[in-house]
């Protein structure tokens, strides 16, 4: 994910790296006024500087706290315990650290214009950052197996897709992710110290065409084109289901139950579909955008790009609150602490309607 990071980079080098102001008497401020090269420092009105220190701390603390509710549901509740209720806690998790790590920082970021932690921490924060993000779209595609499986091979699901494999693919995926923005961020860090044209005071890694390219494929197009063939596919096949089933309604109890099961998967389907649907229209705009390497474009559009993948780890849980009625009930059992409870963990919520 360090791609759309190294695009962004580009896009913003030039005059925006020259955010210069100047006080009342006229003198440039400096992030780092006893180095040479240090990058000159942008200019805020006091009002500015505190309704965006408000605005970033309300999204981190909104954003941590609703995909927590999440997390709390499906950990605590054993009939969530299913292998699609895992991958949305491995993307639940991806959010919350968003929430917890990524926001609070890129706020920073944004609202001081200078990076004021250093080059390591600046290193570990564009590792950490691309890894969620990487994290994040790798769950997804995980998801979007997960629903091809149940909904185009239910006699199949129970023995292909179970919860140790499930926690294993999360794991693989977590750990691919991991190597791969390590490797990304850090082998073009010396490509940067070899061609640097930036002031000090910045946290950006330089990409290299090669990696562009690369990033771009693995974090952009394969998983577009997998998500997009394996949805296309779910949301045929379930038409097709839907047709069969109504026309052997008459068949009996067995037929009605077979109905009702396959309504659900593609009902989870669908909702999952939605949260696709929405990363992907926050994604597609950034990347075409990127790939067009126009150094015209304004540093304020690729804020405004940029921000909306970070936003997008606060909709997800929403989606949930208003497809899934488990959701709906587990936070209300959160929320008036009946978790605490004895064996509250063996509660059917799917069947509480109190």
Same mark, same amino acid.
């Given at each position: 994910?360090?791609?759309?990071?190294?695009?962004?980079?580009?896009?913003?080098?030039?005059?925006?790296?020259?955010?210069?102001?100047?006080?009342?008497?006229?003198?440039?401020?400096?992030?780092?006024?006893?180095?040479?090269?240090?990058?000159?420092?942008?200019?805020?009105? /006091?009002?500015? @500087?505190?309704?965006? @220190?408000?605005?970033?701390?309300?999204?981190?603390?909104?954003?941590?706290?609703?995909?927590?509710?999440?997390?709390?549901?499906?950990?605590?509740?054993?009939?969530?315990?299913?292998?699609?209720?895992?991958?949305?806690?491995?993307?639940?998790?991806?959010?919350?650290?968003?929430?917890?790590?990524?926001?609070?920082?890129?706020?920073?970021?944004?609202?001081? /214009?200078?990076?004021?932690?250093?080059?390591?921490?600046?290193?570990?924060?564009?590792?950490?950052?691309?890894?969620?993000?990487?994290?994040?779209?790798?769950?997804?595609?995980?998801?979007?197996?997960?629903?091809?499986?149940?909904?185009?091979?239910?006699?199949?699901?129970?023995?292909?897709?179970?919860?140790?494999?499930?926690?294993?693919?999360?794991?693989?995926?977590?750990?691919?992710?991991?190597?791969?923005?390590? /490797?990304?961020?850090?082998?073009?860090?010396?490509?940067? /110290?070899?061609?640097?044209?930036?002031?000090?005071?910045?946290?950006?890694?330089?990409?290299?065409?090669?990696?562009?390219?690369?990033?771009?494929?693995?974090?952009?197009?394969?998983?577009?084109?997998?998500?997009?063939?394996?949805?296309?596919?779910?949301?045929?096949?379930?038409?097709?289901?839907?047709?069969?089933?109504?026309?052997?309604?008459?068949?009996?109890?067995?037929?009605?139950?077979?109905?009702?099961?396959?309504?659900?998967?593609?009902?989870?389907?669908?909702?999952?579909?939605?949260?696709?649907?929405?990363?992907?229209?926050?994604?597609?705009? @950034?990347?075409?955008?990127?790939?067009?390497?126009?150094?015209?474009?304004?540093?304020?559009?690729?804020?405004?790009?940029?921000?909306?993948?970070?936003?997008?780890?606060?909709?997800?849980?929403?989606?949930?609150?208003?497809?899934?009625?488990?959701?709906?009930?587990?936070?209300?059992?959160?929320?008036?602490?009946?978790?605490?409870?004895?064996?509250?963990?063996?509660?059917?919520?799917?069947?509480?309607?109190?």
């Amino acid at each position: 994910m360090k791609g759309q990071e190294g695009e962004q980079n580009k896009l913003l080098t030039g005059g925006d790296f020259l955010m210069a102001y100047e006080t009342e008497d006229h003198e440039t401020q400096y992030c780092f006024p006893a180095i040479n090269s240090s990058c000159i420092k942008g200019k805020r009105s /006091t009002h500015e @500087y505190n309704f965006m @220190y408000m605005f970033f701390s309300l999204l981190s603390a909104f954003t941590v706290f609703l995909n927590l509710l999440v997390i709390i549901s499906i950990s605590h509740f054993k009939k969530l315990h299913t292998p699609t209720n895992l991958l949305i806690l491995s993307l639940a998790v991806a959010d919350l650290l968003v929430g917890l790590i990524v926001i609070p920082v890129e706020g920073i970021k944004l609202i001081e /214009t200078c990076w004021f932690f250093g080059d390591t921490y600046c290193g570990l924060f564009i590792t950490m950052s691309g890894l969620l993000l990487s994290a994040s779209l790798s769950n997804l595609i995980l998801i979007a197996v997960d629903r091809y499986m149940a909904v185009c091979h239910p006699l199949l699901y129970p023995q292909k897709i179970t919860t140790i494999k499930t926690l294993m693919s999360i794991c693989l995926c977590w750990f691919c992710c991991s190597i791969y923005n390590f /490797t990304i961020v850090f082998s073009n860090s010396y490509f940067d /110290t070899l061609h640097r044209t930036v002031c000090y005071g910045k946290c950006i890694v330089m990409i290299s065409s090669a990696w562009s390219f690369t990033d771009l494929t693995l974090s952009f197009l394969f998983p577009c084109i997998v998500i997009f063939t394996l949805y296309l596919r779910i949301f045929c096949v379930a038409q097709r289901q839907v047709k069969a089933i109504n026309s052997l309604l008459k068949g009996g109890k067995n037929v009605i139950e077979n109905s009702a099961r396959r309504k659900s998967e593609s009902k989870a389907a669908l909702t999952l579909g939605c949260i696709v649907t929405v990363y992907l229209c926050c994604w597609i705009p @950034y990347y075409i955008l990127s790939v067009t390497e126009q150094t015209i474009i304004s540093s304020t559009t690729i804020s405004i790009l940029s921000w909306a993948l970070y936003m997008n780890s606060s909709l997800n849980p929403l989606i949930y609150a208003l497809f899934y009625h488990w959701f709906k009930i587990s936070i209300k059992h959160i929320l008036t602490l009946t978790i605490f409870q004895p064996a509250s963990s063996l509660l059917d919520i799917f069947t509480d309607h109190s």
